[in-house]
């Protein structure tokens, strides 16, 4: 309850930041609206001389389209600020702040930014969805529901401790600005589904960088062809990145020097 009480106050502490600058929430959904319109094209563009892309309709593209967009708001909400927060923090020595706290350091580093305005892209979304699934021929079921609901949990959980690990190589190495960069541009491909790509790449958005089951897999919740045994795969994998990425921030702290060093 206390780690609880003290997310809800950062978060509240975020939204309240945020609502001094309202023209941003107009600039936000003006560049969520385009971004929607230019994926819309593309997707258009595809099927002009297509029926399925690997199996895939036009339907349930347009529902990983949805998930991308909805997965892609709650990072840029909620885990990038933090993240990028830590990696300021990190560098100038300020970390210290965070450290000398009487609550789990990594819980503080976590929660302390939120991007209210972002969540457009949350909202905006989960319209795609609800609309892609109004669109598909096969039946959408309470299990579905279920299965999308845990398999997007899972998934974020994934992409937090994928972000905690990349954010921890600050400790020891300076320019991680780039592999920043580099897994934005990795995400992007996430915008339609992992088994188009070849499989060498196929293996690197699902096991190294969780793309496939932050967008493709809870996508495939929507469409039916989600198993037990996938979801069950992305269990153990998100405990594992969790623990992993646990072990990494400790490593990082204990190489920590800080602003009075």
């Not at 909202?123 to 039946?139: D, W, Y």
């Not at 780039?178 to 996430?190: I, R, S, T």
């Not at 929507?222 to 990425?245: D, H, M, S, V």
């Amino acid at each position: 309850m206390r780690l609880l009480s003290l997310a809800y106050t950062y978060l509240r502490v975020g939204i309240l930041n945020e609502l001094q600058y309202r023209v941003n929430f107009f600039i936000q959904i003006l560049q969520s609206l385009i971004a929607l319109v230019v994926g819309l094209i593309g997707l258009w563009l595809v099927f002009d001389h297509t029926t399925d892309l690997n199996g895939w309709t036009q339907p349930e593209l347009l529902a990983v389209m949805g998930v991308f967009i909805l997965m892609g708001g709650l990072i840029r909400a909620a885990i990038q600020p933090n993240m990028m927060r830590l990696l300021d923090d990190v560098q100038q020595g300020t970390l210290d702040f965070a450290l000398t706290k009487p609550v789990d350091a990594q819980v503080i580093v976590s929660v302390r930014e939120f991007r209210l305005w972002q969540v457009v892209d949350v909202i905006l979304g989960l319209g795609v969805v609800v609309a892609a699934v109004l669109r598909l021929e096969s039946r959408f079921t309470l299990p579905d529901l279920l299965g999308f609901l845990i398999a997007l949990a899972l998934g974020g959980v994934m992409i937090y401790c994928f972000w905690l690990m990349l954010t921890s190589t600050a400790f020891w190495i300076i320019r991680v600005y780039e592999l920043v960069n580099l897994f934005e541009g990795l995400y992007a491909a996430g915008r339609w589904p992992v088994s188009i790509y070849p499989n060498w790449l196929r293996f690197g958005l699902t096991f190294l960088i969780p793309v496939a089951f932050a967008v493709t897999v809870p996508a495939e919740a929507l469409t039916g062809r989600l198993t037990p045994l996938t979801l069950l795969g992305a269990g153990l994998l998100a405990a594992g990145l969790f623990l992993l990425a646990r072990l990494v921030w400790r490593l990082g702290v204990r190489n920590y020097s800080g602003a009075s060093a």
